[in-house]
């Protein structure tokens, strides 16, 4: 009986998990749809402004590209551009402002590239898809490790309720792939199918510079685990490939990408990031000055300063909760959170902003909040989330 009633929710757990990622994708849909009046036509989620000098080459591609104003400019161009030019051998990557910080995280850019099927025209679809599909895989995904972890598998609707994350998809920017990645990274892991965690790793480092802390979280979790066990890791060689590939290609990237443009990937453009809480306290004398500004500004001002703390909240809880490591995400939330500890100004005045920049360590940190350590694991032993 108890076999009966465990296969039942199985099936009903899995059930869920469809449920999540369809509910995922379904948001983000909803927020494009309401973003665009009800009218969503891909070439617009790009945001490649009139002013921008990558607008002559997309209307070259399709002349009824649809071109926004200057301040609608925003990151999806960048995706586009790399899209059209993948290795920095056409003329995109000219024209586009920091081209060696831009193609530092080039993976949503190749895969719009590889989903349009090399054709100029259908990249603007290909960025909104892979929004869509990322959403889906997240919910999908968080759902079966919540389970795992002990928790309701409608946990996967986390991701139908980020506001980082929705706002993502409507911007054709990274993080919708990159909660994808990460989840699914985790979750091969625990399942200890470690090739395929190792190549999700280093998709994930390429989405965005900032999840290395995914394959270097999993170095101090197994690190950590053994010392615990007092025993060597179980197939060593291939974790060890598993969590280097994805460090060690983006450094041979960054080679490559000076090679070409002639400077680093790594060089920000100030204000995006520096020493610990410096940008922290720049962004809350920033909203104070806003704050007394006209009706615009002053909306930013007085409403940026318990944003921010809501957030920091949350992160600084979840990195507090996952230091005695006990879960395989849990390294990582403590790494994303100095990474969001170091963010500056440019990455934290504007609301929007802030909930995208921060989705995943939010994602993280409620992880690490919301799931009990299977005993198991910690006494050495199988982990529950390998069956």
């Given at each position: ?19 999540c990622g369809a509910a995922s994708a379904a948001a983000g849909l909803g ?16 945001h490649i402004a009139q002013a921008d000098t990558l607008a002559a080459l ?46 530092g995280h080039p993976l949503h850019g190749w895969l719009a590239y590889l ?273």
């Amino acid at each position: 009986m108890d076999a009966m009633w465990r296969g039942l929710m199985s099936e009903r757990d899995s059930r869920v998990a469809i449920a999540c990622g369809a509910a995922s994708a379904a948001a983000g849909l909803g927020s494009i749809l309401a973003s665009t009046n009800g009218r969503p036509e891909p070439t617009g989620l790009v945001h490649i402004a009139q002013a921008d000098t990558l607008a002559a080459l997309a209307l070259r591609s399709d002349p009824h590209f649809h071109l926004v104003t200057s301040v609608q400019h925003y990151d999806g161009a960048y995706y586009y551009a790399i899209a059209r030019d993948p290795l920095l051998n056409g003329a995109a990557h000219h024209l586009i402002d920091q081209p060696a910080y831009r193609y530092g995280h080039p993976l949503h850019g190749w895969l719009a590239y590889l989903l349009s099927l090399g054709r100029p025209a259908a990249i603007p679809l290909a960025l909104m898809v892979l929004s869509l599909l990322g959403l889906a895989v997240a919910g999908w995904a968080v759902s079966r490790l919540a389970t795992g972890y002990g928790r309701s598998p409608w946990g996967g609707l986390l991701i139908a309720a980020s506001p980082g994350l929705l706002f993502a998809a409507t911007m054709d920017t990274t993080e919708t792939v990159g909660a994808a990645l990460i989840a699914l990274a985790f979750l091969a892991w625990s399942r200890q199918r470690y090739a395929v965690s190792g190549l999700l790793l280093v998709m994930a480092c390429f989405d965005k510079e900032q999840y290395i802390t995914v394959p270097l979280g999993l170095i101090v979790w197994e690190a950590v685990s053994s010392r615990r066990s007092r025993r060597m890791p179980d197939a060593l060689t291939t974790k060890l490939v598993a969590v280097v590939s994805g460090p060690v290609l983006l450094s041979g990237w960054y080679a490559y990408v000076h090679s070409r443009v002639g400077t680093w990937p790594f060089q920000y453009e100030s204000g995006n990031l520096g020493a610990p809480l410096r940008g922290w306290w720049d962004t809350f004398g920033l909203a104070h000055d806003l704050s007394r500004g006209t009706f615009e500004q002053s909306q930013i001002g007085s409403v940026t300063p318990s944003i921010l703390m809501a957030i920091a909240a949350i992160i600084l809880m979840g990195a507090f909760a996952a230091r005695r490591i006990l879960r395989p995400f849990d390294a990582t939330a403590i790494g994303l959170a100095v990474i969001t500890s170091m963010q500056g100004w440019r990455t934290l005045l504007y609301p929007h902003e802030t909930f995208r920049l921060s989705s995943i360590a939010v994602l993280l940190a409620l992880a690490v909040l919301f799931t009990r350590p299977p005993p198991a694991r910690l006494q050495g032993a199988d982990d529950p989330l390998e069956h």
